[in-house]
């Protein structure tokens, strides 16, 4: 069947001269359309903040078995065992690329609550910052070796009350300066509060660092030292690249959330097919003397079967271009939520990637398609005289 023979000037004057049947339709998808895009990108800006927390090229270094840095425990010994290695890469001045980190969990007040909630205190090493250059500096200065000094992250400075510079965060027994604001872009680090790491040790009573960070001089040999050290009977370690550590901290809580959307999004939709194909069963029920017409003016029943289903992904498609188009103002907000693996507080936005924009408009198109396939198909099956005697 060739295009031509589709009464493509009928589809759109239908459309145009029945607005708010059309307004309604279209309307209705785009609800649910907003609902569908929003859960992806709320799944996809979680997975965005953690992963991209991470550097491909750093190694994270935990106890066995356990999932993330709070619940872990590296030795002394163990951490210097794990310097010694080869493969770390140094800096400019010969120095090793490594932090001996201290990673706990604090409560402190939210401004918009007034309740409190926990946020990451990471006590790093002197190259804490060069091994994430995501993070920069952009208040104040870094905070001095060996003092009760902190940075903090910039969602934690306009999240929680007593987080601005020259204020004092009281925790572990002690009053702490903050003396700097650092901005981690959209990743983890932007919800935490860093440190020295021995002062963090001696202030909450550690005899444990909490894991080791450090950069690969060869990332291609991470596998072969990855198995050497796990192998080593002197440890009890695991070693994980450092964007594989937060993917895997953000699979709880995403998957939760994809699969609660999608439920939501199947339950709405259907509402949404239902109302669309109403819609177009009316449009049938009114305009059966025009079917008639067509077909007595040459145009097949296949051609009756695609005008109809045209029109109604013509609908789907508006409604989803708009549900799209509101959803991507949602990039505008941040929310903060509880991370499961940490129970910490972490702060995110919305992502909308052309993956989520393909799929979204995929997902009315198969709204439009279901709802329409029916009521076109009995447009299509219309006999002409009946059809001409009705009308």
């Given at each position: 069947m060739k295009f031509t023979n589709i009464p493509f000037h009928y589809i759109w004057r239908n459309l145009l001269t029945r607005k708010l049947t059309t307004l309604l339709t279209a309307g209705g998808m785009a609800l649910v359309v907003f609902v569908f895009a929003a859960v992806l990108m709320l799944e996809a800006g979680l997975r965005e903040t953690l992963i991209s927390t991470g550097q491909p090229d750093n190694v994270v270094v935990i106890r066995k078995s356990a999932q993330?840095?709070?619940?872990?425990?590296?030795?002394?010994?163990?951490?210097?065992?794990?310097?010694?290695?080869?493969?770390?890469?140094?800096?400019?001045?010969?120095?090793?690329?490594?932090?001996?980190?201290?990673?706990?969990?604090?409560?402190?007040?939210?401004?918009?609550?007034?309740?409190?909630?926990?946020?990451?205190?990471?006590?790093?090493?002197?190259?804490?910052?060069?091994?994430?250059?995501?993070?920069?500096?952009?208040?104040?200065?870094?905070?001095?070796?060996?003092?009760?000094?902190?940075?903090?992250?910039?969602?934690?400075?306009?999240?929680?009350?007593?987080?601005a510079i020259g204020d004092s965060l009281r925790f572990a027994q002690r009053d702490w300066t903050v003396v700097g604001v650092f901005d981690a872009g959209k990743t983890g680090f932007s919800s935490e509060v860093w440190g020295d790491s021995e002062q963090m040790l001696q202030a909450f009573r550690r005899t444990a660092y909490s894991a080791v960070v450090f950069k690969l001089y060869d990332p291609s040999s991470f596998e072969a030292m990855k198995t050497r050290l796990e192998a080593d009977p002197r440890l009890t370690l695991e070693l994980k690249t450092e964007t594989r550590f937060y993917a895997d901290q953000s699979e709880a809580l995403a998957t939760f959330i994809?699969?609660?959307?999608?439920?939501?999004?199947?339950?709405?939709?259907?509402?949404?097919?239902?109302?669309?194909?109403?819609?177009?069963?009316?449009?049938?029920?009114?305009?059966?003397?025009?079917?008639?017409?067509?077909?007595?003016?040459?145009?097949?029943?296949?051609?009756?079967?695609?005008?109809?289903?045209?029109?109604?992904?013509?609908?789907?498609?508006?409604?989803?271009?708009?549900?799209?188009?509101?959803?991507?103002?949602?990039?505008?907000?941040?929310?903060?939520?509880?991370?499961?693996?940490?129970?910490?507080?972490?702060?995110?936005?919305?992502?909308?990637?052309?993956?989520?924009?393909?799929?979204?408009?995929?997902?009315?198109?198969?709204?439009?398609?279901?709802?329409?396939?029916?009521?076109?198909?009995?447009?299509?099956?219309?006999?002409?005289?009946?059809?001409?005697?009705?009308?």
């Open positions: 993330t840095e709070v619940q872990s425990g590296v030795q002394r010994r163990e951490a210097a065992i794990v310097e010694s290695e080869p493969n770390i890469a140094v800096d400019a001045q010969g120095d090793k690329l490594i932090s001996k980190e201290t990673v706990v969990l604090i409560s402190q007040p939210k401004k918009s609550t007034g309740r409190k909630s926990n946020i990451v205190v990471r006590g790093t090493g002197a190259k804490g910052l060069a091994l994430r250059p995501q993070v920069v500096l952009t208040e104040g200065r870094l905070f001095r070796p060996g003092s009760s000094e902190v940075i903090v992250g910039r969602s934690i400075r306009d999240g929680f009350h007593g987080a994809k699969i609660l959307g999608t439920v939501l999004s199947i339950i709405f939709s259907i509402g949404a097919i239902i109302g669309a194909m109403i819609t177009m069963y009316a449009a049938v029920a009114n305009r059966v003397g025009e079917i008639g017409a067509l077909r007595a003016l040459g145009f097949q029943r296949r051609a009756i079967m695609a005008a109809f289903l045209l029109e109604s992904l013509l609908l789907s498609l508006t409604g989803g271009v708009v549900g799209l188009l509101a959803a991507s103002t949602m990039q505008w907000f941040q929310l903060s939520t509880t991370n499961w693996q940490t129970f910490s507080e972490l702060a995110f936005s919305f992502s909308l990637t052309s993956g989520i924009t393909v799929r979204v408009l995929l997902f009315s198109l198969a709204m439009g398609f279901i709802g329409g396939f029916l009521p076109a198909a009995r447009a299509a099956r219309m006999n002409i005289v009946d059809a001409l005697r009705e009308g």
